[in-house]
């Protein structure tokens, strides 16, 4: 059976090379009709947790996130959003529930970052993968912050940078971090000093060393994102990457 066909101007489903990473670009903020579209969606714990957050704002953040992740997989999938089903990892990375992994589908792994009305989502196909974002303006003690959880070798190369480039140097150094984290599905749950990254604004992302395990050390790929100005984002895949595809998505869109 042929599941591949046009919608909205674009062939469905949409295809990713094994050495690709996709990156979508959700930008969070809605109106209030348009996101009561958006929450009817969720599934029934999806909703019911957007439900917890105590702010608007959050739960409203939430909601488009999970519904800009829900159509995105669907586009691969050639599924409608309500379809899609998910399931957790031990530390609550998401991941498709088993019965919509199959032959007939591509074996879709993906991360989701997101800070302030900014989220992104990472796609690849049969390796794991995990994004990050953060805003460069973020009022933080990033210095002391950087003595608590980086490696020795990342502080001393912090300490070692201009001070005009500190900052950025530390928030290369954090989402790099948490894109490997993300991409092992271990999240805070792991160590920040377990591990070691470059840092130094324009020389390229790359994990250096590993406690657990130096052998896998070449078998990761890390990628800074270009999104915005003011804004640092990373990448961490298992094996190469030939390319990185930027999209962006529309409530609703299916292309």
Known sequence: MD????????????????????VWRVDLLTDAM?????????????????????????????VVTRAALRQIVGLYLDMEAKEIRFEY??????????GLVSA??????????????????A???????GVDLEYLDREIRFESIARRFFTGAEVTALQGLPPEKRRSGFFLCWTRKEAVLKARGE?????????????????????????????????WTLCDLAIDS????????????????HRTWTPGSRC
Do not use: N, Y
Request: one cysteine or more; a neutral charge.
């Open 3 to 22: 599941r591949t066909r046009e919608r909205a101007g674009s062939v469905l489903p949409l295809q990713m090379g094994e050495d690709e990473v996709h």
């Open 34 to 62: 348009e996101l009561d579209g958006l929450a009817r969606l969720l599934s029934a714990d999806e909703s019911e947790r957007s439900w917890r957050f105590a702010k608007a704002d959050l739960r409203r953040r939430f």
């Open 89 to 98: 990892g031990r530390h609550g990375k998401p991941r498709l529930a088993v």
């Open 104 to 121: 007939s589908q591509p074996d879709l792994r993906f991360s989701v970052s997101h800070s302030g009305e900014l989220a992104l989502i």
């Open 123 to 129: 796609l690849t196909v049969g390796r794991e993968v």
């Open 187 to 219: 999240g805070l749950a792991a160590s920040l000093d377990s591990f070691s990254v470059s840092l130094v604004p324009g020389v390229s992302a790359r994990l250096i060393a590993a406690d657990w395990d130096q052998l896998q050390v070449e078998r």
């Open 230 to 245: 003011g804004v640092a984002a990373a990448v961490a895949c298992q094996g190469p990457v030939a390319e990185i595809v």
